[in-house]
T-cell receptor, first 117, second 116 residues
């Protein structure tokens, strides 16, 4: 199994407070991703990183920011949490983009359940 | 428009029977990959199987096979000889493009319940 952890695993916070979720990997994988999972929506990409200090927006990036200062860590920050950000957050990693037709499995972390009251 | 469509919110199957979970996709990119993930009640995402758009044969992994029909843009997952432990949510996902960013787009999932 890929070495990927998320912290905290559970968090309850209040509307308007800042929240930071951490994803840590020991696999030296280049790509890292943050998804959120909500009923009826499956998993949706928030932000991703393709290297240290290289990040880009995903499908549902509003209200979120990310940082990656080291290969192993990818942080997701909610600057001012809202109730609509109550969700389960998954981090994922993969090795690299490959040539045409190749693939790289994305390994997922255990998830963080965030509740914003 | 939905890129990945899973039309079956829930499926039931009897133990030891085969079951097919449907997935259709939409892309204009000739290079893409299709994935299936399993999410048991414990919450983790488990990779099951992959099919590349240029692969000539359908992918198989143990009891899992992917029925890839390119012209119909479908990538159905077939689970043979179902087991009680197969009860879970199943997600179809697609990666578009040449893989430089490896982003996945997920469907909304199908909940499979296996009964004795």
């Amino acid at each position: 199994d890929a070495g990927i952890t998320q912290s905290p695993r559970h968090k309850v916070t209040e509307t308007g407070t800042p929240v930071t979720l951490r994803c840590h990997q020991t696999e030296n994988h280049r790509y890292m991703y943050w998804y959120r999972q909500d009923p009826g929506h499956g998993l949706r990409l928030i932000h991703y990183s393709y290297g240290v200090k290289d990040t880009d927006k995903g499908e549902v990036s509003d209200g979120y920011s990310v940082s990656r200062s080291k290969t192993e860590d990818f942080l997701l920050t909610l600057e001012s949490a809202t109730s609509s950000q109550t969700s389960v957050y998954f981090c994922a990693i993969s090795g690299a983009g490959g040539p045409m037709g190749s693939y790289n499995e994305q390994f997922f972390g255990p998830g963080t359940r965030l509740t914003v009251l | 428009a939905q890129k990945i469509t899973q039309t079956q919110p829930g499926m039931f199957v009897q133990e030891k029977e085969a079951v097919t979970l449907d997935c259709t996709y939409d892309t204009s990119d000739p290079s893409y990959g299709l994935f299936w993930y399993k999410q048991p009640s414990s919450g983790e995402m488990i990779f099951l199987i992959y099919q590349g758009s240029y692969d000539q044969q359908n992918a198989t992994e143990g009891r899992y096979s992917l029925n890839f029909q390119k012209a119909r843009k479908s990538a159905n997952l077939v689970i043979s000889a179902s087991q009680l432990g197969d009860s879970a949510m199943y997600f179809c996902a697609m990666r578009e493009g040449l893989g430089n960013t490896d982003k996945l787009i997920f469907g909304t999932g199908t909940r499979l319940q296996v009964f004795p």
